[in-house]
Antibody
Framework: EVQLVESGGGLVKPGGSLRLSCAAS????????MNWVRQAPGKGLEWVSS????????YYADSVKGRFTISRDNAKNSLYLQMNSLRAEDTAVYYC?????????????WGKGTTVTVSS | SSELTQDPAVSVALGQTVRITCQGD??????ASWYQQKPGQAPVLVIY???NRPSGIPDRFSGSSSGNTASLTITGAQAEDEADYYC???????????FGGGTKLTVL
């Protein structure tokens, strides 16, 4: 079964750091680009970051650029999101998603999400 | 960066047809994908590309596109289709991604 499982969420104070993980199974992880997408409470979906299959291409939303770092370990079938200098507005459920790329570009497999709460 | 615009809320009578639209400049260059999200659950892909459904998505869901507008149509809406629907595409100005604000579908 194709599956993505996020972990690492929790309560953190403003200015703090957190590292999210996404464990992939049931498919050849190293063949796919991956995305992080978040959803603030009561709000819509927001794309956060993308990483290509070999980590050659990495992109960030302006809202997290310079504070968040996406990475992956293909040997461990894992995706990561290092979040530093966290702000209250980073409070959200964070999803990892598998990317199907050119020419159609869509996210066909999603994890259940992990909740990050930034509060003093 | 690009924006995708959706109507915040749409309603449909049980068994009738409803169209949810998504507008944005990026849709002139890229196909939209559509995601269904029910309360407390992760998004689920329902339509991608010109009009493709993943395995397990009922054929009452269909997609279309014209110019800068993409549409998701549900023909014969069911109670279980009540959910939030999001469109998504690549950003026309770069290798980023953009979501629409979402449409809350109510099945009456």
């Amino acid at each position: 079964e194709v599956q993505l499982v996020e972990s690492g969420g929790g309560l953190v104070k403003p200015g703090g750091s957190l590292r999210l993980s996404c464990a992939a199974s049931g498919f050849t992880f190293s063949s796919y680009s991956m995305n992080w997408v978040r959803q603030a409470p009561g709000k819509g979906l927001e794309w956060v970051s993308s990483i290509s299959s070999s980590s050659s291409y990495i992109y960030y939303a302006d809202s997290v650029k310079g504070r968040f770092t996406i990475s992956r370990d293909n040997a461990k079938n894992s995706l990561y999101l290092q979040m530093n200098s966290l702000r209250a507005e980073d409070t959200a459920v964070y999803y990892c998603a598998r990317v199907k790329g050119s020419p159609l570009y869509y996210m066909d497999v999603w994890g259940k999400g992990t909740t990050v709460t930034v509060s003093s | 960066s690009s924006e995708l615009t959706q109507d915040p809320a749409v309603s449909v009578a049980l068994g009738q047809t409803v169209r949810i639209t998504c507008q944005g400049d990026s849709l002139r260059s890229y196909y939209a994908s559509w995601y269904q999200q029910k309360p407390g659950q992760a998004p689920v892909l329902v339509i991608y590309g010109k009009n493709n459904r993943p395995s397990g998505i009922p054929d009452r869901f269909s997609g279309s596109s014209s110019g800068n507008t993409a549409s998701l149509t549900i023909t014969g809406a069911q109670a279980e289709d009540e959910a939030d629907y999001y469109c998504n595409s690549r950003d026309s100005s770069g290798p980023l991604w953009v979501f629409g604000g979402g449409t809350k579908l109510t099945v009456l």
